[in-house]
């Protein structure tokens, strides 16, 4: 089994900047990828960045893209998610996620992981 918790979720003013980070535990051989997932109120859950380990590939969503930045650091075995030029919108709880087998699912798709942290709130004040 492969553990997640995610750390650095808080409150900033719009245009700031916030820092998430999740540590992996457990059965991180096991892991082929990393993902950031977002859940606002009243939303569905959305996409946000994800990190395939084997290939060192990454991928954001629309609404992140160019303004987020997926990393891992290797001898934390933790997965950062660096987010600037933030927005109200970007407000909800983030999760981080562990994918361990490659599946039909799409990098974006919640199904392809199998592993999931307990989420960090983040709030942004416009």
């Known amino acids: 089994q492969v553990q997640l918790v995610e750390f650095g979720g808080g409150s900033v003013q719009a245009g700031g900047s916030l820092n998430l980070s999740c540590s992996t535990s457990?059965?991180?051989?096991?892991?082929?990828?990393m993902g950031w997932f977002r859940r606002a109120p009243g939303k569905e859950r959305e996409f946000v960045a994800s990190h395939t380990w084997s290939a060192g590939r990454t991928k954001y969503g629309d609404s992140v893209n160019g303004r987020f930045a997926i990393s891992t650091d290797w001898d934390k075995q933790t997965v950062l998610l660096e987010m600037n030029s933030l927005k109200a919108e970007d407000t909800g709880v983030y999760y981080c996620?562990?994918?361990?087998?490659?599946?039909?699912?799409?990098?974006?798709?919640?199904?392809?992981?199998?592993?999931w942290g307990q989420g960090t709130q983040v709030t942004v004040s416009s």
């Open positions: 457990g059965r991180t051989f096991s892991i082929v990828a």
């Open positions: 996620a562990a994918r361990t087998s490659w599946n039909v699912y799409g990098m974006d798709n919640p199904d392809a992981y199998s592993t």
